[in-house]
């Protein structure tokens, strides 16, 4: 299932903002099917909802770096600091709502971010609320009822001129609505909108998130070797470009056989990660995995091995686990999340 959406012909990827696009496309397009399929459940485990919000905040202040554009803050610290939640989709509901407002405001406008509380219905419960305001060009009435479909872009010439995939927002409702949320907008064109956004959050015990979330120490990027497992062209191309982009040396195998054959010709330690596709023709990645922890070499049951699927279900994570996998990271996946996976500690 997971190649036949990549398999679509583009035009030769170039590089910048033409490869941006095509990795949110795919991306996006691979979230849309796989929340359609069925295949995203919320797992909600201990976060602390006020570093979220400052990871958030950081992130925007990353948006606004050379634009001239005012951020004004007004959070309501919660009593509990400590909620069950999906800490990752969670960023991501914000991200899409406040990478729209730096988009579509202009230099000179404001973005308002805005947390609350309610009550929830039972007293371990509360409604957390988000609210991202800004004085950007807005959008019509008839185009704000649709803009949680899939695709929606309003065709006129203030929004046009922006470049995106019509996908995020409807991404956006369908992660709030997993979360057992609300979302609401409302819009005036050439004046600026807000976006509401209520969870219904458990609150949770901190010291099990201290215990459960103790970051370990991250290796380097710079001049890491990884062998890359991927037979989709597109796929391995903006791959490699990321982790280029952060210093790493990248060589692909276009199946499982392959990459078998190269990690055995090469000296050992040649390698520092691979990067393992599961669906490949040929030998899969289960397969390949295995027939590199079998190898009679000193590196063989050492070099780190990321198992890259669409298929993000328990019983798969515990399959990767099995064959021999370190850790598993599952598509679509973002850039942050690419370089994450490789840099984390192998277990």
């Known amino acids: 299932m997971e190649k036949s959406i990549c398999s679509v012909t583009f035009p030769t990827l170039l590089s910048g903002q033409s490869s941006d696009y095509l990795l949110s496309l795919i991306n996006d397009v691979l979230d849309i099917s796989r929340i359609e399929s069925g295949n995203i459940s919320y797992d909600p485990e201990p976060v602390n909802i006020t570093a979220v919000t400052d990871s958030v905040l ?10 001239d554009l005012q951020l004004i803050v007004h959070r309501d610290e919660p009593e509990t600091h400590y909620v069950l939640a999906d800490e990752v989709r969670l960023r991501e509901i914000l991200i899409n709502i ?21 009550p929830g219905t039972a007293p371990d419960n509360i409604i957390f609320g988000y609210r991202i305001s800004d004085t950007g060009i807005g959008m ?14 309003e065709n006129s010439g203030a929004r046009t001129q922006y470049q995106g995939t019509g996908l995020g927002m409807a991404i956006t409702k369908r992660y709030v609505e997993l979360m057992g949320g609300t979302i609401t907008v409302e819009s005036t064109k050439g004046k600026g909108t807000t976006f509401t956004v209520e969870l219904p959050l458990t609150l949770a015990d901190p010291i099990e998130k201290r215990e459960a979330y103790t970051a370990p120490v991250q ?9 890359m497992a991927e037979d989709n062209d597109l796929n391995a191309e903006i791959a490699t470009m990321l982790l280029e982009d952060e210093g790493m040396h990248v060589t692909r195998a276009a199946d499982g056989c392959e990459v078998v054959e190269m990690f ?9 990660v691979i990067l393992m596709d599961i669906m490949m023709p040929v030998m899969n990645g289960y397969e390949a995995t295995q027939a590199i922890r079998n190898m009679n070499r000193p590196d063989a049951g050492k070099v780190q091995i990321v198992a890259m699927t669409a298929n993000a279900f328990a019983e798969d994570v515990v399959k990767c686990k099995e064959a021999g996998m370190d850790s598993h990271l599952p598509k679509p996946f973002k850039a942050d999340q ?7 500690p192998k277990n």
């Not at 690419?338 to 984390?344: G, K």
Request: glycine share 4%; charged share 25%.
């Open 140 to 153: 019509s009435k008839e185009f704000a009822s649709h803009i949680f479909d899939e695709f929606s872009q």
């Open 338 to 344: 690419l370089i994450a996976s490789i840099i984390a």
């Open 58 to 67: 950081d992130i925007t202040h990353g948006f606004t770096i050379n634009r």
């Open 219 to 227: 290796k380097r990027t710079t001049d890491l070797h990884v062998l």
């Open 98 to 118: 406040i990478s729209n407002a730096v988009k579509f405001t202009h230099d000179g406008g404001r973005i308002t971010f805005e947390t609350f509380r309610k």
């Open 264 to 272: 055995k010709s090469h000296p050992a330690s040649t390698y520092d």
